[in-house]
């Protein structure tokens, strides 16, 4: 079992939407983007892909700590039977939109925790299916102008103005973002803690509440 407790919990990826994420939960972490160098040629078997680089992601960032925690994901987008990682620049970004308009993706996230103490290893992946709205030549080159498909596999993204250009999700969004990866490990002690937190300060807020109301009700 990952014991988190006065532990260093360290996120390796400089990804904001997985930062939001551990901070919803309440977890107390630092960020340290990881430096390896992806390649998508390695396997042809996209799970088995998505979990590698994301293990190696976390391995990379580990190898600096010695009693830490590290959390890593890697997410890339699959199209006819092509795997499609972050755009180099706006014309490739381009070429990736307008392939993937008016169609239906698969995307595809690893997660690897390692426990740097204990040595102790979970990587596993999630997908879901995503249909991309038709999209105007202007409306590729307006998305593109906001910056945004610059860091994204595919060239889109599920959040920000992303969103807008989704038609219609198979699965659950949550999965590509980690959320059911944090709840189907909470028994775990490094994403117990967390939730056991957020259900105290709930409790507590409700508490506060209950107090004050009764203030008003006195007076």
Known sequence: MINSS????????????????????GLQFKVRPSEYEEDMSLMTDPFALVKFLALKKAEDVARHFDDA????????????????????DKEEAKK?????????????????????????????????????????????DQYIATGQPLDKAGAYGVQGMGALIIERVEGSLERIWGESFLVKHRKIDVFNLAFSAV?????KRRERSRREAKKRIIR
Request: net charge positive; with cysteine; aromatic share 6%.
């Open 96 to 140: 990736m939109l307008e392939t993937l308009s008016g169609k239906f993706n698969t995307i595809v996230t690893g997660f690897a925790v390692i426990d740097c103490k204990t040595g102790q290893v979970i990587n596993e992946f999630d997908q879901a299916k995503v249909k991309m709205i038709e999209l105007t030549g202007e409306e590729i």
């Open 199 to 203: 259900i105290s300060n709930a409790a």
């Open 6 to 25: 006065e532990r260093k919990i360290i996120l390796a990826s400089g990804s904001p939407r997985r930062k939001q994420l551990l901070e919803q939960i």
């Open 69 to 88: 925690i590290i959390i890593a994901a890697d997410t890339f987008v699959i199209y006819d039977g092509k795997f499609l990682g972050k755009p180099k």
